[in-house]
């Protein structure tokens, strides 16, 4: 394949994990702090890439993998809170102060804010959460992008 190929699937690629993310947002599984954190080195991912079909520089697949590795490290690390295996952000997890910013009222009312815990799996397929299916597929995209900045032409 091509580096504008290649490109073109990394981007692709990101794009339709957004899109995912989003159709699981529109069905009401509501996304975490992490899940967002997740999603913006996927946007930027979609912007080195267009980047790179107007300005070829190679260095910039560097940045595009670079963008999929941190999206997939933040999986990883988001899979591993999920499961209990380290301790996540306090300001979204069970064992933190995530509550502190709301007042009593906001507690009682019922159309008040949702709390949204990233310790808690909303989701799995094949025992794996959407954080760890983010971090499957991210770091596979990260090989396209790698694969884009060793081609040859």
Not at 93 to 120: E, H, K, M, N
Request: aromatic residues 12%.
């Amino acid at each position: 394949m091509s580096r504008r190929s290649l490109t073109l699937t990394a981007a692709a690629g990101s794009a339709a994990l957004l899109a995912g993310a989003y159709f699981f947002q529109w069905l009401g599984y509501a996304p975490c702090k992490m899940c967002y954190w997740q999603r913006w080195p996927h946007m930027a991912a979609i912007a080195i890439a267009v980047l790179v079909l107007l300005v070829p520089l190679p260095a910039l697949l560097w940045l595009g993998a670079a963008a999929l590795v941190l999206t997939g490290g933040i999986g990883v690390f988001h899979a591993g809170v999920e499961q209990g295996w380290w301790p996540g952000p306090a300001s979204c997890t069970q064992a933190g102060g995530g509550l502190s910013g709301l007042s009593g009222g906001d507690l009682l009312a019922l159309d008040g804010p949702v709390l949204i815990l990233c310790d808690q799996i909303s989701w799995s397929f094949m025992g794996l959460s959407m954080a760890a299916w983010n971090a499957v597929f991210s770091l596979l995209l990260a090989l396209v992008w790698l694969r884009a900045a060793r081609a040859q032409d």
